[in-house]
């Protein structure tokens, strides 16, 4: 009925909703609980005066602003963020020793010319601007109809920029759409501009060095007679191209897997994100890569980061993009710890912090190598660490866009979203799992009853995806990208 993560920590977390004045027992010490604890939320396991320290995962989340008893429900109305402003950090690596490679039942990927693997052979359709958007739409839908069972699949992804665009905010535009074009899971892509917008084709192009030009096709609408038939033949070529490709033995350690949580819940750090954390682990072992993101929803726990990181240069690399995303909101007038969201609270996240501590867990316990700006690909092995913010949409699209060919989506909310690579959806508990199963693709909750069991069916199920096994989000067609747009517009 409960469950204490750390021996440290002053509260437990209730498994089950407990009514109030019921007997609970936690390793054999009895408690009554003051208040009804709603599943998922917290339980304090001794009395707590104002303004002291509580602690989960064994750090702290926050200091109580009234006096907490022991079997009160502890959460918004008695306990707040600890978090002010910006932070000073020094620079203390604690080593780590690598964990053991493991057994590397491997998968067949399509391996292309870079060395690099992918999960799929898609065509991807790209647009420079969003005024050709809807014509990138009917083109995959057409081209779908055409050349259906010939390669994995032919879809657009369209957005609303492009266009009225400058600067910096421009260029990550660019730079995003350059690194989505140069996904290994792409077999093809057909880049579709309009001819006199902002974000000029000839720019895009010279902005993706590792785009295999033999499987590029790309055109302005202006430029044209009739944009969706010149689509349409260029795609005829593409899948001439990909139909080709054969899947072959990879191992783990060619898999890029993005990291991502979303509508998190009180047993997000208990089950599907630790969870998720041994198999990053496992991969990161076995030679592959994995890359969180989220920044803001790091901060609080970004100090085990920056403890793991390879290189001064690495831990200088985390302190800067943690520092500018809190400048970024400073900027804008809005708090920097204006998290959790509503749904995160209702599971019972109170704090920033919290939340953050149980985030950080999806990266296991892996070095950091790399940190990567907004629009960056991976450039190494190991634990990548991308700028991004928290929205699912557009982290997701970050993570695609840096290289992941699959990416593990823990929920306790449930969403149906589904992005360039594949993605799984991993169901923090069983109730969720239950009522949903068109959207969720594996059940964390039995985390809690049998770990190295449970680790060991996510890992099938990742790899029976990195084979071709189609995820919940993409039989539902749920396929899109979101970009994070921060300039001004024209």
Known sequence: ????????????????????????????????????????????????????????????????????EAGAHVHSHNLRTALEGLQSYDYAPRPRAAAPARNDPGFLGYRRRDGRVGTRNEIWILCTVGCVARTSQRVAAEASRRFAGRVDGI?????????????????ATRRMLAALASHPNAGGVLILGLGCENNQLDALLADAPLLDRDRLRAFTAQSVEDEEDAALAAIEELVAIAERDRRTPASLGDLVLGLKCGGSDGFSGLTANPLVGRIADRVVAAGGTTILTEIPEIFGAERL????????????????????????????GQPIYENPSPGNKDGGLTTLEEKSLGAVQKAGAATVTQVLRYGDMVQARGLALLESPGNDAVSSTALAAAGAT???????????????????????NKDLAMRKPHWIDFDAGAMLDDADATEDALLRTVLHAAAGAPTRAEQNGEREIALWKRGVTL
């Open 1 to 68: 009925m409960l469950h204490r993560i750390h021996p440290a920590d002053d509260v437990a977390v209730a498994l089950t909703a407990i009514e109030p004045g019921a007997s609970v027992t936690l390793d054999g010490v009895a408690l009554v609980a003051r208040d009804a604890i709603p599943r998922g939320h917290k339980l304090a396991l001794h009395a707590i005066a104002p303004g002291e320290v509580v602690r989960k995962y064994g750090a702290p989340i926050g200091l109580a602003t009234q006096a907490i």
């Open 155 to 171: 879809y657009a992804f369209p957005h609303p920029f492009g266009c009225s665009q400058l600067g910096d905010d421009l260029l």
């Open 305 to 332: 980061l920056m403890a793991r990181a390879a290189t001064r240069d690495v831990f200088d690399g985390i302190v800067r993009v943690v520092d500018d995303f809190k400048d970024y909101f400073r900027a804008h």
């Open 406 to 428: 699959l990416i593990l989506f823990t929920t306790g909310r449930g969403t149906p979203l589904g992005f360039p690579a594949p993605t799984l959806k991993i169901a923090t």
